[in-house]
């Protein structure tokens, strides 16, 4: 925070007094950044092993197949069936 010109200016964007950072807030990021280490998790794992989508989808932490699929398919534009036979490309996503 730096004073300039009888105002207060915040040295970073998200920390002013209108986007003060909330618990709920927090609580969001804290969850979307959770799923994103799960989705990382869950594309390493169908990548590079043998296990069906089941065994991959309680590895990284999602409790049904069905919800693991869909969270995969909307982040990088792919199913793990396709991803799998090399239908479709990794697109998107995680900036990964």
Known sequence: MHRFGGK????SAGSGPGRRST?????RER???HMMLRL???RELV?????????IALDAG????SHFAARLREEFGVTPRA??????RWDGGLGI
Not at 49 to 54: H, I, N
Request: charge should be positive; aromatic fraction near 2%.
């Open 8 to 11: 207060t200016v915040h040295a």
């Open 23 to 27: 618990p709920e807030r927090q609580g």
């Open 31 to 33: 969850l979307a950044n």
């Open 40 to 42: 990382a998790r869950a």
């Open 47 to 55: 990548e590079n092993a043998s296990r069906s989508a089941l065994e």
């Open 62 to 65: 999602f409790k049904t197949p």
């Open 83 to 88: 991803a799998r036979a090399g239908v479709g």
